[in-house]
């Protein structure tokens, strides 16, 4: 019996081993681990960074021995899959003891992304860093910890790149923030960027519309040119972005920037193989088509679909309405659904209406302001929301997804029974006032 | 042109008038206040005597100029409407300079509700309140400002008798809590009424299944009779229910308790009357029949509609789904839809899911434990949810509430796409956290 190989045990390989497990106790499952972390948090890594996490190991979800003794995963870390041959349903993997060819039933492949490094002179300076791995991070908190970062470059003013400059700031840096767009934070429309904007600049110095050239080899450490402009500092770290890491999955079918699109079982195009987490397209319920979302939850959520189907059970993944949250400083900044752009982009007539709210009763102490973008058609289909606030933002957001995934209209959500004390929420709720105000007003078209 | 007469100038009357004089400027609202503010925020009335809030007039959602000079309604404070005569669409109204009729062509009841205050001997005693109204809290917190309150009882354990405690407890004094019922907070079920239990006992006595029965007058204040004991105190405050204040209205078809039945418009079953807020019976859309549920969100929607509805315009209100949330002290406690015992009371075949989560990832500092029950039928139809925690409780319930509005079933709950990120919430929210735990389980049956 060949069993099933998992290819990568992030949060979505290890999901998947371990629903395999569950539900085909009989069968072999190895996992072949590039690092030498498995099912850590990912998204921990900016907090373990800052200090906030204070060891490596915390951000596991369960340590190795969990997978191998309780659950009878052959977990292989520090392996490399050199070759797939998804025809003779075979890989051939490699580690320290040498390289060794995988015979399988069933291939979920979970490689997840890899962040992209420009190819520009200087780019291996041993204090240039990405931060997408647990063990980069490891070597990078140590740097962190010897007191010997007093200035930072970070490229890129997305999720990764201002959670990275977050925890700089708390780890005692002075940061630069480098950003070839002319502005943060492209997953929202600008009104929310410009709030991100100014609480961003309350921290770190922030250049956009600028790009880094080339690192140079400074006397104390690298020196970066930005725009011909030269910065010497004691550390860069990249966070201009990832891409999907499914270079080894020839000929399925892919969108066109790498991600492999499946099913609701979480097939890819060819026979026994699987696929989840940040390498597949997920169906984008909104936009209703394939999308590249790669978050979290649906990592493990797919995990668990490809494991459960690939191992015989029944399990499907509905898709996602592009859900996400940041913790930007002081700011909490959600989205859900289109943005304005996004769904111009798709060939939708959409409109914006923007509220500034209250996250609490205006009398109720910390009250603060909260910014609620709704994107939707003129005629009153809900398409999107963002969020913005020092309080309120995170977890309010999910009430506009909610009502995405059941198709609400922008009049249902101004009807909707939420949750009102003064301490939580004024007595009509943000997400209430911006669908009232939608409903009686035409919207922004920018 | 005889025009509108609003009963009540509270949240629904001072909505209702607002929304007529919007819809008809024309027509002149004539606002009959018995007491002596008008549109204030009850439900802030536990932080003005906690001292959270420092003014009685920082609750008033506008100053009566307000609505005199900007809205042009003819606001009466201090007038109390005697008689109703709906065949004649007249009323007698009295205050200090005399009585009066006026003539209506629509008018809008928005009495609210009144406090119950048990028929028991010594009840009159000076130093025994109800907090329903600014008045009696301003004279309240005149007392509690004196220093001369350094024990308390409260009567009831609902949320007004629990917000109170927490209030008083804040103002220095001693609290005892008297509830008549084996245990607190009887909108939520047992599991959730444990963890409130557990977080009132940490800063006031609590003492169940007991009766206040006599009120004595003491050497220095009240006497509370509770269960043949004698607790000498010096303030006692009745917090032991509310019921809708619809005497005026005879002939209307209302619930049992007096609650006015209402269609969609806010119309009663009399001609020209119209009825909004903690009054009204309201559609209760888990439900299917009306249901007393008497709550400000519901008051400010409702009076809005009355008033425009009443003025000729068009508006509707769809129903509510029993959202509310209460702050207890530390711990946030919030309900949706059915608890297992109203779902059981109603007839409906039901089973609740128990399960306790975190609040963040469970790594990120301030992560809190989330106690989540939902209520369900056994063969997957979502019915409510109830929460309680240090943080998390309060907005996460309108994920529930939005999808009880949309009639999602458990399992399309737990393939929500929500937001996730470490300081925010862990990966598989507590809420998909429980709808998978259901979806796998038969449930509780208590």
């Given at each position: 019996m060949a069993g099933m190989v998992v290819i990568g045990g992030g949060a979505a390989g290890m999901s998947a081993a371990s629903a395999a497990r569950r539900v085909a106790p009989e069968r072999p499952v190895i996992v072949c681990e590039a690092g030498e972390y498995a099912a850590y948090g990912m998204c921990g890594i900016p907090y373990y960074l800052g200090g906030i996490?204070?060891?490596?190991?915390?951000?596991?979800?369960?340590?190795?021995e969990v997978f191998r003794?309780?659950?009878g995963i052959d977990l292989r870390l520090g392996t490399t899959v050199r070759e797939l041959d998804t025809a003779a349903r075979r890989v051939t993997v490699a580690n320290d003891g040498g390289a060794e060819t995988l015979d399988y039933d069933t291939l979920v492949l979970a490689a997840g992304a890899d962040p992209v490094v420009p190819p520009i002179a200087g780019i291996d300076h041993p204090r240039v860093f990405t931060v997408r791995s647990l063990a980069s991070a490891a070597k990078l908190r140590t740097l962190l910890d010897s007191g010997s970062v007093r200035k930072a470059i970070v490229v890129g003013a997305g999720y990764i790149g201002l959670e990275t400059a977050e925890a700089l700031v708390a780890a005692g840096a002075a940061v630069r923030i480098v950003e070839?767009?002319?502005?943060?934070?492209?997953?929202?429309?600008e009104p929310i960027a410009e709030v991100v904007d100014a609480e961003v600049r309350r921290h770190a110095d922030l250049q956009l519309g600028s790009r880094l050239d080339a690192i140079l080899d400074g006397a104390t450490g690298p020196v970066a040119v930005v725009d011909g402009a030269e910065f010497a500092v004691d550390l860069i770290v990249l966070a201009v972005g990832v891409r999907p890491a499914?270079?080894?999955?020839?000929?399925a079918e892919k969108l066109p920037n790498g991600a492999v699109v499946v099913d609701e079982g979480m097939r890819t195009s060819l026979p026994g193989v699987f696929a989840a987490g940040d390498c597949v397209a997920l169906p984008h319920l909104v936009l209703g088509a394939p999308a590249w979302v790669p978050l979290g939850p649906a990592a493990n959520k797919t995990g668990r679909v490809a494991g459960t189907v690939a191992a015989g059970g029944r399990a499907s993944f509905r898709g996602v309405v592009g859900t996400a949250v940041v913790k930007v400083f002081d700011l909490e900044v959600a989205r859900t659904g289109l943005s304005l752009a996004e769904a111009t982009a798709a060939g939708i007539p959409a409109v914006a209406t923007d509220v500034e709210s209250r996250s609490r009763a205006k009398y109720y102490p910390g009250a603060a302001p909260l910014h609620v973008r709704l994107v939707h058609t003129p005629d009153g289909r809900l398409l999107g929301a963002q969020l913005a606030g020092r309080e309120g933002a995170a977890k309010r957001i999910d009430v506009v997804a909610t009502a995405l995934h059941a198709e609400l209209s922008v009049d249902d959500l101004g009807a909707l029974d939420l949750a009102y004390a003064p301490p939580f929420a004024p007595v009509y709720d943000p997400v209430l006032v911006a669908a009232g105000r939608a409903n009686r007003s035409e919207g922004a078209r920018t």
């Amino acid at each position: 019996m060949a069993g099933m190989v998992v290819i990568g045990g992030g949060a979505a390989g290890m999901s998947a081993a371990s629903a395999a497990r569950r539900v085909a106790p009989e069968r072999p499952v190895i996992v072949c681990e590039a690092g030498e972390y498995a099912a850590y948090g990912m998204c921990g890594i900016p907090y373990y960074l800052g200090g906030i996490v204070d060891r490596a190991e915390t951000l596991l979800a369960y340590p190795p021995e969990v997978f191998r003794d309780r659950r009878g995963i052959d977990l292989r870390l520090g392996t490399t899959v050199r070759e797939l041959d998804t025809a003779a349903r075979r890989v051939t993997v490699a580690n320290d003891g040498g390289a060794e060819t995988l015979d399988y039933d069933t291939l979920v492949l979970a490689a997840g992304a890899d962040p992209v490094v420009p190819p520009i002179a200087g780019i291996d300076h041993p204090r240039v860093f990405t931060v997408r791995s647990l063990a980069s991070a490891a070597k990078l908190r140590t740097l962190l910890d010897s007191g010997s970062v007093r200035k930072a470059i970070v490229v890129g003013a997305g999720y990764i790149g201002l959670e990275t400059a977050e925890a700089l700031v708390a780890a005692g840096a002075a940061v630069r923030i480098v950003e070839a767009l002319p502005r943060v934070l492209s997953t929202v429309d600008e009104p929310i960027a410009e709030v991100v904007d100014a609480e961003v600049r309350r921290h770190a110095d922030l250049q956009l519309g600028s790009r880094l050239d080339a690192i140079l080899d400074g006397a104390t450490g690298p020196v970066a040119v930005v725009d011909g402009a030269e910065f010497a500092v004691d550390l860069i770290v990249l966070a201009v972005g990832v891409r999907p890491a499914t270079g080894l999955l020839a000929g399925a079918e892919k969108l066109p920037n790498g991600a492999v699109v499946v099913d609701e079982g979480m097939r890819t195009s060819l026979p026994g193989v699987f696929a989840a987490g940040d390498c597949v397209a997920l169906p984008h319920l909104v936009l209703g088509a394939p999308a590249w979302v790669p978050l979290g939850p649906a990592a493990n959520k797919t995990g668990r679909v490809a494991g459960t189907v690939a191992a015989g059970g029944r399990a499907s993944f509905r898709g996602v309405v592009g859900t996400a949250v940041v913790k930007v400083f002081d700011l909490e900044v959600a989205r859900t659904g289109l943005s304005l752009a996004e769904a111009t982009a798709a060939g939708i007539p959409a409109v914006a209406t923007d509220v500034e709210s209250r996250s609490r009763a205006k009398y109720y102490p910390g009250a603060a302001p909260l910014h609620v973008r709704l994107v939707h058609t003129p005629d009153g289909r809900l398409l999107g929301a963002q969020l913005a606030g020092r309080e309120g933002a995170a977890k309010r957001i999910d009430v506009v997804a909610t009502a995405l995934h059941a198709e609400l209209s922008v009049d249902d959500l101004g009807a909707l029974d939420l949750a009102y004390a003064p301490p939580f929420a004024p007595v009509y709720d943000p997400v209430l006032v911006a669908a009232g105000r939608a409903n009686r007003s035409e919207g922004a078209r920018t």
